[in-house]
């Protein structure tokens, strides 16, 4: 069971480790990272997307997790809109028998979401002014880790 | 043909999308820009031409040289910042 939903509406995080937890008895770990609005300086954020294509390049990442360790169950799901500080942006979470596959595919997912997945932030800051969020190098370098030498052809 | 455009781009250009005809294509990515970039104010030629811009065609991340035809659908955006 892999699912990407891209969310117009506040993330309801009990809701979905509820939903995503449930009904097969194979799973023993569940790992989910959510980020949340930091407020250093920031009021709110806005998050555009690409419609369509958000979607796909989500889809193919869950795949190249579920090719890399073996996860029975993958979900993403991204808010876009108007979000004022210390709501979550985001929620991955990720299924495995056992805990180490867990962790590392959802640190993947999420590095890579980071760097490969068509959305953009703009920042409210506190005067009122609205400015674009510029990419971050550490980001790419966090995702260029796992384009090791048996990576490359999994990705 | 749209040519769509995202955050920044959008933002000095002013519209989400950019009609381009389609008797000029196929052109690479890269002639398509710089076309494009002649269009806007200076702020959107510098956004646009910025090393670090990229390029999808139906919806998936090209170089430069890629060829684009009619039909296409074509988007320029910044780097992504999700998450």
Redesign the interface.
């Known amino acids: 069971m892999f699912e990407v939903e891209i969310s117009r509406t506040r993330l309801d995080l009990s809701a979905l480790n509820y939903r995503f937890a449930g009904g097969d008895e194979s799973i023993g770990a569940l790992v989910s990272f959510t980020?949340l609005v930091r407020g250093n300086g920031i009021a709110a954020i806005e998050?555009?997307?690409?419609p369509?294509?958000t979607e796909?390049v989500l889809r193919k990442q869950l795949e190249s997790a579920a090719k890399r360790w073996p996860i029975t169950r993958g979900s993403i799901v991204?808010r876009i809109g108007y979000l004022p500080v210390s709501e979550p942006?985001?929620w991955v979470s990720v299924a495995s028998a056992h805990r180490a596959a867990a962790f590392s595919a959802c640190e993947f997912l999420?590095d890579f979401?980071?760097?490969?997945?068509?959305?953009?932030?703009?920042e409210l800051d506190v005067d009122g002014v609205w400015k674009?969020?510029?990419?971050r190098s550490q980001d790419q370098s966090r995702a260029s880790r796992w384009m090791g030498r048996d990576a490359a052809t999994l990705i | 043909m749209n040519i769509l455009l995202f955050a920044q781009l959008r933002d000095y250009y002013g519209a989400s999308s950019a009609e381009y005809s389609d008797d000029e294509l196929p052109l690479t990515v890269e002639e398509l820009r710089r076309s494009l970039a002649s269009r806007g104010s200076d702020e959107f030629r510098e956004a646009l031409l910025a090393p670090n811009v990229f390029c999808a065609v139906n919806q998936k991340v090209v170089d430069l040289d890629h060829t684009v035809r009619v039909g296409d659908e074509v988007g320029f955006f910044p780097p992504m910042t999700g998450g």
């Open positions: 980020g998050v555009e997307h690409y369509g294509m796909t991204h942006i985001v999420m979401l980071k760097v490969d997945a068509p959305f953009w932030k703009k674009w969020v510029e990419a």
